[in-house]
């Protein structure tokens, strides 16, 4: 049975750093590609960073590209999303997402969350003074 379980939001002030980590269960013997996504308030999900265990390959949004890094600890079946410099738009409910295979990160279909089959609950994340 899949499960991604993230942790570590809350609430930062701008120009802060938090760390959100997403455990995952069921697939880490198999090849697969982890998301991120956020959804504020009134807005529709988007896509963030993608990182796959196959190619080691990762994709960034724009908007957070050089401030977020997402990685791997493959013996902790787990992935980090490192998110620096923070800023009040950042705020939102921050979401980990798996689908299975030899997958490209550059590929557009896995920058959106139709791409993926697996979610996590999320996280809330604040940033605010």
């Known amino acids: 049975q899949v499960q991604l379980v993230e942790s570590g939001g809350g609430l930062v002030q701008p120009g802060g750093s938090l760390r959100l980590s997403c455990a995952f269960s069921?697939?880490?013997?198999?090849?697969?590609?982890i998301g991120w996504f956020r959804q504020a308030p009134g807005k529709e999900r988007e896509g963030l960073s993608c990182?796959?265990?196959?190619?080691?390959?990762?994709y960034y949004r724009d908007s957070v590209k050089g401030r977020f890094t997402s990685s791997k600890d493959s013996a902790k079946n787990t992935v980090y999303l490192q998110m620096n410099s923070l800023k009040p738009e950042d705020t939102a409910v921050y979401y980990c997402a798996a689908v299975l295979g030899r997958i490209h990160c550059g590929l557009g279909y896995y920058h959106t969350p139709v791409g993926y089959d697996y979610w996590g609950q999320g996280t809330q994340v604040t940033v605010s003074s």
């Open positions: 069921g697939f880490s013997l198999r090849y697969y590609v």
């Open positions: 990182i796959s265990n196959s190619d080691g390959s990762t």
